[in-house]
């Protein structure tokens, strides 16, 4: 059972839970248990950090002022995930992704070089 901590009160709660049953708190869209609520922490307002408020896209109600939304996308996590993205990665993961999506192949050319070693055994 995945787990977090309600925003109010600190409880342990099920990662799946629609609100806190310790502070009724909640945690997920009404009518959309699947969409989780995002808050803002203390007096600041979540559009300060939202990619869609600084880039102009957002069209909440509620902005510039929203302190709940269910678009929230945090900006400086975007950025990072970019970066990840943008890396070129090692040479190891690269052999491996490889490995992952030619098995098939490996598998034949396995099973021709067993064959081979038998034939010239018996020779």
Known sequence: MDTTTCPRCKQTINSQAVTCPFCRTEL??????????????????????????????????????AKECTL??????????????????????????????????LMIFGLLLICFLLVLSRS
């Open 72 to 105: 929230y996308q945090n900006e400086e996590e975007r950025k990072l995930e970019l970066q990840q993205k943008n890396q070129k990665p090692s040479l190891n993961v690269s052999i491996n992704n490889w490995i992952r999506r030619n098995q098939g192949l």
């Open 28 to 65: 997920k869209a009404y009518g959309h248990p699947g969409i989780p609520l995002h808050r803002a922490a203390g007096d600041e307002y979540l559009c300060e950090t939202c990619t869609y408020h600084i880039d102009d896209t957002c069209n909440y109600p509620k902005r510039p002022h």
